[in-house]
């Protein structure tokens, strides 16, 4: 059984940077699709970063790129987002999300969540 925790979420002022954590438990297989997701009240859970823990393919959603960054340390099976930039709009909660068998920004193709970390982003 996966278990993912993220941390690293607070409040900012628009411009700003922020960086997210997300420690893993409990992995069985030799590599994992990682991702970022966020989603707000009302709203659909949108794709924002993932990469291949194998190959470090990473994915971005075409909006993001350029502000945010995705980032891994194996030896410390951590998933990281670096956040700059960051406007109003980036507001959400942001979740961590895995799956052994799949990697992209599609939600419905992993198979593991974490209970998410709250951003927000003053102007």
């Known amino acids: 059984q996966v278990q993912l925790v993220e941390s690293g979420g607070g409040s900012v002022q628009a411009g700003g940077s922020l960086r997210l954590s997300c420690a893993a438990f409990?992995?069985?297989?030799?590599?994992?699709?990682m991702g970022w997701f966020r989603q707000t009240p009302g709203a659909e859970r949108e794709g924002v970063a993932a990469i291949h823990t194998g190959s470090g393919r990473r994915y971005y959603a075409d909006s993001l790129k350029g502000r945010f960054t995705i980032s891994q340390d194996n030896a410390k099976m951590t998933l990281y987002l670096q956040m700059s930039s960051l406007k109003p709009e980036d507001t959400a909660m942001y979740y961590c999300?895995?799956?052994?068998?799949?990697?992209?920004?599609?939600?419905?193709?992993?198979?593991?969540w974490g209970q998410g970390t709250q951003v927000t982003v003053s102007s």
């Open positions: 409990g992995y069985t297989y030799s590599t994992y699709c």
């Open positions: 999300a895995a799956d052994p068998s799949r990697c992209s920004l599609v939600g419905g193709n992993f198979a593991y």
